[in-house]
């Protein structure tokens, strides 16, 4: 985990290659709902701050160039990813969870949209 991103600010709209709420699976495997930011480097989720409705604080990151692995699971109702063993999240599976009533693909395009991040950081790595 990249300590110099927890508990900062969000980054610009500008550095923002996507910005979504969702719902990660966290401990006690509850899912609690989550800002996912991609920049070019990083995915990083924000939890709500205190008193408010904005999700600003960055709680957790991931380096795109440790994700191993993105793919549907669980009868297509969640997206999961897993990172390289020896990185910043040591092998941590992240489990992500959207409301799909509106759009029912919008999980197939949070994949190939997450799998095209990873491999652009990939290739600069």
């Known amino acids: 985990l990249d300590i110099s991103l927890i508990h900062a600010k969000v980054p610009a709209e500008g550095d923002r290659l996507m910005d979504v709420i969702l719902e990660k ?4 495997d509850r899912y609690k709902s989550r800002r996912l930011i ?4 990083h995915l990083l989720f924000a939890k709500r701050d205190h008193g408010s409705d904005d999700y600003n604080t960055i709680v957790d990151s ?4 440790e994700i191993s692995k993105v793919f549907l699971a669980e009868d297509n109702t969640v997206v999961e990813m897993t990172t390289i063993h ?6 941590r599976p992240y489990v992500l969870r959207m409301d799909t009533d509106l759009d029912p693909h919008a999980l197939e395009v ?7 991040l990873v491999t652009k950081a990939t290739w600069r790595e």
Not at 25 to 28: D, G
Not at 110 to 116: I, Q, S, V, W
């Open 25 to 28: 699976m966290c401990a006690e």
């Open 38 to 41: 991609a920049t070019v480097d």
């Open 62 to 65: 991931i380096p795109l160039h």
């Open 86 to 91: 020896g990185g910043w999240n040591s092998g």
């Open 110 to 116: 949070l994949k190939e949209d997450l799998k095209t």
